[in-house]
């Protein structure tokens, strides 16, 4: 059974110092709460059965023997509910105290160790505890049961959720457990902690986090002592952080006086897709010391209702200005030293460029400026031709015209209308019929054109079509959907508006107005005649469907790994504004579609890749091209 998301919980309780029972019914308190309905897991801070900052009150047997005893008991509560429970207490055996976080569910599954010591400037712990290396036993008669799994080399497995545990201080170091542990299998890493706060430590500590979750492929919660701890040389924040692969799910605020829960849902299938596909995680599993195994016995169930987590409308646009701003520029730097390389490689000084007035050919020719640019060249070398066909707009042909004229570059018009018409005569079709051979004789036409042009100059011919097209395969085989260079083979949909717009509003007022009236043209292919009112009457999106869905599925289905039930969920969660119908309609296309148009996508013109996903045969994707479904 496929857990898919599990909602984990990072909790921080009010502590007292040495009260051990107040601090068990603030963990009652916390494991009771509504929030906790659906978790999976839950972790506590260190040691918050008896307080991270006891002291040498961590000599005092009654404390040590407290806390078992209440350890006990929280097992007993929880022997029916079906949830894992990590609670930090010291566990004391053959004649040394050890920094343990215990594992519960439905019983006492383990007692994971603390490896790392901290015992430098505020921090004393070698004073009072021994490290996991130092333990002379696998396994404890604990809390009233019998062979408990002792050591730091624990996996807590519940079907394809895996957890492993370390605390605090084993994060900061070179050489973290959860690295071995995350090889070995686990995909869930639990960290109790207690951390105090310095200026400028809470930012570090978030890197941390999010830097561990990526390097291991997994999920890594964070819960650090809060409230109540001891404030003698210390203050505690109450941390709390729950990461995934890199990005930050959900983070609590710190310094509230009052016990609280931060939660998340932990996609586990795309962890595990991630690890499958990722070659370099593989090979490091087999350099890892052995650990041990715990089945707990069940699978959880996946989270049923809405989700706890971020839900991107765009998840390849950036939210922020600031950070679009820097991903766009970031993207026409690769773009355009993709095709200078390629330039200086064949010595071409000159590139040819099919120039329609909408927002891919913009966006190429603004790449071709660029480029030319950083090779010093004349744009003069840049020959773009406007051709005009049965569809084609005095917008968008006017829109180029001044594109041209603003950016310094070469324009030709040469209409391509007569070609469509002999190669239609020469089939036999009368011009009336507009169906697919009527339009694509106009896009290879163009293909045609540039490509001969490109041989009489001695040029390479640009192409213009984007990564969501190449998806959809929303392109003529053999006409639009050839090229010598692909620029904008790496870029989707929605993120060419935004580049497009960033170049308007960053690098060129000239060039604003075109471009600005481009981004505010439907898009088309313009094989269609216009309307009565020379208006476009073939709209991109009537015939495929919004770009915002289309892009939102592939990054879902490419990117993460997800089937289509799962995007289907997502996508109604994330999209209010379309009804149920809408995003089934178009999840079917979708799937249909990028099925049946590998065959365009497996032999493509070269192309720089610019995002994490990537549509190349001879990079990110290889499908066949006669799949009969798509899983």
């Not at 040495?18 to 999976?40: C, F, K, Q, T």
């Not at 605390?167 to 070179?174: H, L, N, Q, V």
């Not at 998840?315 to 200086?344: H, K, N, Y």
């Not at 051979?437 to 293909?447: D, F, K, L, M, S």
Request: hydrophobic content about 40%.
């Amino acid at each position: 059974m496929m857990c898919e998301y599990q909602r984990i919980a990072a909790a921080v309780p009010r502590v007292t110092p040495g009260d051990v029972s107040a601090n068990l019914a603030e963990i009652d308190r916390l494991l009771a709460a509504p929030e906790m309905a659906d978790a999976a897991a839950v972790v506590f801070p260190e040691l918050c059965l008896t307080g991270y900052t006891c002291a040498d009150l961590f000599y005092r047997p009654s404390l040590l023997a407290e806390a078992e005893t209440a350890l006990a008991c929280l097992v007993r509560r929880m022997l029916s509910r079906g949830l894992l429970i990590v609670v930090g207490l010291p566990v004391r055996h053959d004649g040394r105290i050890f920094n343990c976080a215990a594992v519960l569910h439905k019983g006492l599954k383990g007692l994971v160790p603390k490896s790392y010591l901290p015992g430098t400037r505020e921090f004393y712990e070698s004073r009072w505890f021994a490290t996991a290396q130092e333990r002379t036993a696998s396994t404890l008669d604990f809390a009233g049961e019998k062979g408990v799994p002792f050591g730091n080399d624990l996996l807590f497995a519940a079907g394809d959720a895996v957890y492993g545990v370390e605390i605090c201080e084993d994060m900061w170091t070179a050489n973290p457990p959860s690295t071995r542990l995350a090889l070995q299998g686990a995909n869930i890493l639990l960290n109790p902690s207690a951390s105090n706060e310095v200026v400028g430590k809470t930012e570090y500590r978030r890197a941390l986090v999010t830097g561990q979750s990526a390097r291991c492929l997994a999920a890594y919660v964070y819960a650090g002592a809060g409230p109540g701890e001891s404030t003698t040389d210390l203050v505690f924040g109450g941390h709390a952080l729950i990461a995934e692969n890199g990005n930050l799910l959900a983070e609590g605020a710190r310094f509230r006086r009052a016990s609280h829960l931060t939660v998340a849902d932990v996609d586990v299938d795309f962890l595990n897709y991630e690890r499958s596909a990722n070659f370099a995680f593989r090979q490091g599993s087999q350099t890892t010391d052995p650990v041990r195994r715990i089945e707990l016995g069940e699978t959880p169930r996946t989270v049923e209702g809405s989700l706890l987590r971020p839900h991107d409308p765009h998840p390849f646009v950036p939210g922020s200005a600031d950070d679009r701003a820097l991903r766009c520029a970031e993207i026409l730097a690769i773009q355009s030293t993709g095709l200078a390389t390629r330039l200086e490689a064949i010595r071409c000084r000159t590139v040819v460029l099919g120039l329609s007035g909408g927002l891919d050919s913009a966006l190429a020719l603004l790449v071709c400026v660029e480029a030319f640019d950083r090779l010093e060249l004349p744009r003069t070398g840049i020959r773009c031709y406007s051709l005009p066909g049965f569809g084609t707009t005095k917008r968008t042909k006017n829109n180029a015209e001044e594109l041209c004229a603003a950016l310094g570059v070469t324009l030709e018009t040469v209409d391509i209308s007569d070609l469509a018409r002999l190669n239609l005569a020469e089939l036999g079709r009368d011009e009336s019929v507009k169906d697919v051979t009527y339009e694509n004789a106009q896009a290879r036409g163009r293909t045609y054109f540039l490509m001969n042009k490109a041989n009489q100059l001695g040029a390479l011919v640009v192409g213009t079509g984007d990564l969501s097209e190449l998806a959809l395969g929303w392109c003529t085989y053999n006409g639009d959907h050839m090229s010598m260079y692909g620029v904008n083979a790496g870029v989707p949909k929605t993120l060419v508006r935004y580049v497009v717009e960033w170049y308007a509003n960053e690098k060129d007022a000239r060039a604003r107005s075109p471009l600005f009236d481009i981004l505010a043209t439907p898009v088309s292919p313009e094989l269609l005649p216009p309307t009565a009112a020379g208006e476009i009457a073939q709209k991109t999106e009537d015939k495929v469907g919004p770009y915002e869905l289309h892009d939102f599925y592939l990054y879902h289905f490419l990117r993460r790994g997800a089937s289509k039930e799962k995007i289907r969920r997502l996508a109604y969660e994330t999209f209010p504004d379309y009804d149920r119908e809408t995003i089934d309609k178009w999840l079917d296309v979708f799937f249909v579609r990028f099925r049946t148009q590998q065959f365009k996508r497996s032999c493509l013109p070269d192309g720089p890749k610019v995002g994490s996903v990537n549509l190349s045969p001879r990079g990110d994707w290889r499908m066949p091209s006669d799949l009969a479904v798509l899983i």
